[in-house]
C-alpha cells in the first residue's frame, strides 16, 4: 500500500494530507514560533559582524520580513486550499533564511565566519525535516540542495580552509541523513497508522452495518417467532377443534353402523313377526267359531278336525318364526352390545363371525353380492369382540360402496387361518374393481375417500386401521391392482394385553 513512504493510492494520500493537515499545521505553528526565537540569535551576530547603520538599515528590516512571513505562515487558515501555498511560503522563507545566514560567510572578512555559518545552515535543515513531513521528498531535496550550496559555492568563495569544508560537509551529510530518514520514518509512521484508523473505521463501519443487520435480523426473527408461536397457537386449537370434530365423526359413523344394523335386524324380524300374528290371528278366529259352535252344541267331529288342524299348523308358524326372531334378537343384541359396550371377553371367532354377518345379512340381501366366510372351528379368542365386529362390518359395508359398479354381482370372502400358537390371519377379499395404486397410500388416513359424492366420509377404513393397531394390537396390510379386486390382511393376537382395555379402544377409534 506504501511506496516510498506514500501511498501508492492518490485518493487514499490526498485522504490522508486531509486528516494529518490540521495536527501537522498545530505542530508546524509551534516549530515556527521556535524559528522566531532561533532568528534573534542571528540578530544578534549582526551587531557583532556589521556596523550599526548596516544592522538598522539593512538587516533588521529584512528581519522583521521574515517574522511577519513566518506570522503569515501561522495565521493561514487551516484549509485544503491553503496547503500548497503553505507549503511554499516555508520554502520561500527557509531559502531567505538560508540567504541572509550565508551572507555572513560572504561579507565577512574575520576567520572561521564560514565555520560559524555552517552552524545556522544545519540548524535551518534540521528545522525543515520538522516543518511538513508529509511532504518529506520535498524537503530532503530543500535540504540537501541547501547543505551543497553551501559547501560547494559559499564556503569556497567565503575563503572556507579545506578542515573547516571536510568538517562542514560532515555535519551537513549527517544532518541531512537523520533528518531526511527521520522525516521518512515518520511519514511512513503516520501514513500506516492513518490506513490502520481506516482498517479500523472500516472495520467498525462494517461491524455497525453487521450488527444493525443483526438487530433487523432479530427483530425479523423475533416478529417471525410470535407469528410462529401464534401459528402454533392456532394450529393447535384447530387440532383440538379437528380431534373432536373426528372423534364425533366417528363415533357418529360408528352409531351409523349400529343404526344399519338395527334397520335391517328390524327390516329381518318384520317377516317372522307378520307370519306369527298373522297364525294366532287365524287361530283366535277359529277358537271363536269353536266357541260358538260348542255354544250352540251343533260342534261336529269334522269341525273339531279342521281346528285341531288349524291349532298344530298355526302352532307351528308361531313357534318357527319366533324362534327365527329369537334367534335375529339373540345375534343382534350380541353383536349390538359388543359394538356399544367395547369390552374385553373370551368368544369363539367362527360363531362369533356367524353371527356379525347374520347381523349384515338385511343389508347384504338387498344387493346382488354375495358374503362367504372360511373360518375352522374351536378358534378361541380373548380380546375385544366388538372391535372385530366393527372391522368385519366396515370392511364388508366398504367393499359394498366401492369396490363393485352399479348391478355387478360381486363375491366377498372372509378367510380365517392359524398365524402361529399365539395369533389368527383374517384375509378379507373381494372381486372388485381394485384400488388405483396412486390412491393405496392414502386408503387409511382418515376422511380420504373417491365416493364423497354418495355419502362416503373417509373413516370406515380410518376406524378400522386404529381398531386393528392398537385396540386389537394387531397389524393389517393392503394388496390390491386396478381390476383384480382388493384384499385386507388382518393378522391379530388370540389374546390381547391386559393394557388393551377399554380407554385404549376409544383413544383408538378416536
Given amino acids: 500500500m506504501l511506496r516510498h ?47 550599526s547603520d548596516t544592522v538598522f538599515y539593512i538587516f533588521l528590516p529584512l528581519r522583521v520580513g521574515v517574522y511577519a512571513t513566518i506570522l503569515a505562515v501561522v495565521l493561514l487558515p487551516i484549509r485544503e486550499d491553503t496547503y500548497n501555498l503553505r507549503h511554499a511560503l516555508l520554502m520561500l522563507l527557509l531559502t531567505y533564511i538560508w540567504a541572509m545566514a ?28 520538522l516543518f511538513l513531513p508529509t511532504r518529506w521528498r520535498l524537503q530532503v531535496i ?14 569556497p568563495i567565503g575563503d572556507g580552509q579545506p578542515s573547516e569544508m571536510a568538517t562542514v560537509s560532515v555535519m551537513q551529510f ?20 492513518f490506513a490502520r484508523m481506516r482498517q479500523l473505521e472500516e472495520e467498525r463501519e462494517r461491524l455497525r452495518q453487521a450488527n444493525d443487520g443483526l438487530l433487523r435480523s432479530e427483530t425479523i426473527i423475533a416478529q417471525q417467532r410470535d407469528q410462529l408461536a401464534q401459528q402454533v397457537r392456532e394450529l393447535k386449537e384447530a387440532q383440538e377443534r379437528l380431534i373432536m370434530a373426528q372423534a364425533s365423526l366417528v363415533q357418529a359413523e360408528k352409531l351409523a353402523s349400529l343404526g344399519q344394523l338395527v334397520a335391517g335386524v328390524a327390516h329381518e324380524l318384520n317377516t317372522p313377526m307378520g307370519i306369527a300374528v298373522t297364525a294366532v290371528s287365524h287361530l283366535g278366529d277359529s277358537i271363536a267359531e269353536l266357541e260358538r259352535a260348542v255354544g250352540q252344541g251343533k260342534i261336529t267331529r269334522k269341525q273339531l278336525n279342521e281346528f285341531l288342524s288349524i291349532l298344530a299348523d298355526s302352532s307351528h308358524l308361531v313357534n318357527a318364526n319366533v324362534s327365527r326372531a329369537a334367534e335375529l334378537i339373540q345375534s343382534f343384541k350380541q353383536v349390538a352390545v ?10 369363539e371367532l367362527k360363531t362369533y363371525l356367524e353371527e356379525v354377518l347374520q347381523s349384515l345379512a ?36 366398504n367393499a359394498t360402496i366401492h369396490a363393485f359398479g352399479p348391478g355387478q354381482a360381486g363375491r366377498i370372502a372372509i378367510t380365517i387361518r392359524d398365524h402361529g400358537p399365539d395369533q389368527v390371519e383374517l384375509l378379507f377379499a373381494d372381486d372388485g374393481r381394485g384400488i388405483p395404486l396412486e390412491n393405496q397410500g392414502r386408503v387409511f388416513d382418515p376422511f380420504f375417500t373417491t365416493n ?47 393394557c388393551a382395555d377399554h380407554p385404549a379402544m376409544d383413544r383408538a377409534a378416536g
Fill in 142 to 155: 530543500f535540504g540537501v540542495l541547501a547543505s551543497a550550496a553551501y559547501v560547494g559555492i559559499v564556503m
Fill in 102 to 129: 550565508v551572507m555572513v560567510a560572504l561579507m565577512v572578512d574575520r576567520p572561521k565566519a564560514t565555520l560559524t555559518v555552517s552552524f545556522f545552515v544545519l540548524i535551518i535543515v534540521l528545522m525543515n525535516y
Fill in 5 to 51: 513512504g506514500q501511498f501508492a493510492d492518490p485518493a487514499m494520500e490526498r485522504a490522508y494530507r486531509l486528516h494529518s493537515m490540521e495536527g501537522e499545521v498545530v505542530s508546524l505553528r509551534r516549530n515556527l514560533l521556535g524559528l522566531m526565537v532561533f532568528y534573534l540569535a542571528p540578530l544578534l551576530l549582526d551587531f557583532v559582524y556589521f556596523s
Fill in 452 to 498: 364423497r359424492s354418495n355419502g362416503g366420509s373417509g373413516l370406515g377404513l380410518h376406524i378400522v386401521y386404529n381398531l386393528v393397531t392398537q385396540t386389537l394390537r394387531g397389524s393389517i396390510s393392503l394388496r390390491s391392482a386396478p381390476g383384480q379386486g382388493t384384499s385386507f390382511l388382518v393378522r391379530l393376537p388370540r389374546r390381547v394385553d391386559a
Fill in 174 to 193: 549527517l544532518a541531512n541523513l537523520f533528518g531526511g530518514l527521520t522525516a521518512w520514518q515518520l511519514a511512513t509512521l503516520r501514513r500506516t497508522e
Fill in 362 to 397: 338385511p343389508r347384504l340381501r338387498r344387493l346382488p353380492h354375495k358374503a362367504e366366510l372360511d373360518c375352522p372351528p374351536g378358534i378361541l379368542m380373548d380380546s375385544f369382540p366388538g372391535a372385530i365386529s366393527q372391522v368385519v362390518t366396515n370392511l364388508v359395508l
Fill in 338 to 347: 359388543d359394538q356399544a359396550s367395547a369390552e374385553r371377553r373370551g368368544f
